[in-house]
C-alpha cells in the first residue's frame, strides 16, 4: 500500500492523520499548522500589543516549552515584544530539579532571560514540606494540588511582576481549557467559569494579564510538535498528578474524543458561546489588599494566606 501524501502541500509523505479537519500531514506542514494556529489565536483574541514585555511561565515540559520555542520564533516578527521565561519552583524533590535544568538549558539556547521564583523563598514551605506538615497535622482534606493550585497562580504573578512584565503566557492547552470548564460545572463552580478565559480581566493592577496562546492546540500536537522540533523536555509526571480531580476529567474527556471526534473542541467552543450570558448573572468582586501579604484579594484574608495560617 503506497504512502498517504500530505493533503497541504500535496509533496510530501504524510505522518499525522488529524482526525477531527481530516488532514493528512507531513512533519513540516504540521509544524507551520501549530505556529499559524498560535499566530491566529494571539491575533483574534487581542491577546499582544507590538511592544508588551511578555513573562511565559515555562515548567520545563512539553507545552511550556513548546509555546516558548513558537513565541520565539513569532518574535522575529515581532521585534519590540520581548520575552521573559518565568519557572516556578515548587520544590518537589526528584522532580522539580530535573524540570529546571531543562527549562535553564531551553532558555540559553534560546537567549531568553529567565527568572526563578521559589515556592520555599515566596512562602517559607516547599510543596513537599507543605504536604508533611499537613499529613502530620491531619489536614487531609486538601490534595497536594489544591495547595499548588492557589499557591503556584500567585508565584507566577508574581515572577512575572518582577520581571516587570505586561502579560504573563501560561500554556494551557485545549485539553486543559476543556477540562478546567468540566471540573468548575462539576464543583458548581459558577463564578469561575466566567473567570476562566483565553485573555484574563483586568482587575487589579497587581495582577499580570493572563494569556492562553495555545487555548485551541490539542495537547498530544503539542507534544508532536515539540517531538519534531527536537525540543528536549522533561516527559515525568509530577509525583502528585495522581491526587487530582483534573486526572479523572482528562479521562473521561479522552475517551470522549476518541469515540465522538471533536467533543474538546465543542466543550471549549460551548463555554466561549455562553460566558458573556453567565458574566452577567455573577457578582464582581471588588478587589481589596490581603491583611498579611498585601497581595489583591476578593476577602481581608486571601486563600494563598489562609492555607499557609493553616499549616503554622
Do not use: W
Not at 482534606?141 to 504573563?168: E, Q
Not at 471540573?183 to 466566567?194: E, H, P, V
Amino acid at each position: 500500500m503506497a504512502p498517504l501524501i500530505c493533503t497541504c502541500c500535496r509533496h510530501n509523505d504524510a505522518f499525522y492523520f488529524r482526525a477531527y479537519s481530516g488532514e493528512c500531514l507531513c512533519k513540516k506542514c504540521f509544524a507551520q499548522s501549530i505556529e499559524a494556529k498560535v499566530r491566529t489565536t494571539i491575533t483574534r483574541c487581542h491577546m499582544l500589543q507590538f511592544d508588551d514585555h511578555l513573562a511565559v511561565a515555562v515548567s520545563g515540559g512539553k507545552d511550556s516549552l513548546a509555546l516558548l520555542y513558537i513565541l520565539a520564533k513569532l518574535h522575529k516578527f515581532r521585534p519590540k515584544t520581548t520575552l521573559t521565561a518565568v519557572t516556578v519552583d515548587e520544590g518537589i524533590k526528584g522532580y522539580r530539579d530535573e524540570a529546571l535544568d531543562i527549562a535553564v538549558v531551553n532558555c540559553k539556547k534560546l537567549g531568553i532571560p529567565h527568572h526563578i521564583v521559589s515556592f520555599k523563598e515566596l512562602y517559607g514551605f516547599s510543596l513537599d514540606e507543605i504536604i508533611e506538615q499537613a499529613n502530620q497535622r491531619g489536614q487531609t482534606k486538601l490534595t497536594a494540588c489544591a495547595y499548588c493550585g492557589v499557591l503556584r497562580r500567585r508565584a507566577i504573578n508574581a515572577g512575572a511582576r518582577a520581571v516587570k512584565a505586561d502579560k504573563v503566557a501560561t500554556a494551557h492547552t485545549l485539553d486543559d481549557e476543556a477540562q478546567t470548564v468540566l471540573m468548575n460545572i462539576l464543583r458548581g463552580d459558577i463564578a469561575r467559569l466566567a473567570k476562566e478565559k483565553p485573555v484574563s480581566d483586568k482587575v487589579h493592577p497587581m495582577f499580570v494579564q493572563k494569556i492562553k496562546p495555545f487555548c485551541e492546540i490539542l495537547e498530544k500536537e503539542s507534544a508532536l510538535y515539540a517531538y519534531i522540533k527536537n525540543i528536549a523536555f522533561q516527559d515525568t509526571p509530577c509525583p502528585y498528578a495522581s491526587q487530582a480531580l483534573r486526572n479523572d476529567v482528562r479521562g473521561m474527556l479522552n475517551r470522549m474524543e476518541e469515540k465522538h471526534t471533536g467533543t474538546k473542541f465543542t466543550v471549549f467552543r460551548a463555554m466561549e458561546k455562553l460566558r458573556p450570558a453567565i458574566e452577567e448573572t455573577i457578582h464582581k468582586d471588588a478587589f481589596k489588599v490581603c491583611v498579611e501579604c498585601g497581595e489583591p484579594s476578593a476577602l481581608n484574608l486571601c486563600k494563598a494566606c489562609e492555607l499557609l495560617q493553616q499549616l503554622r
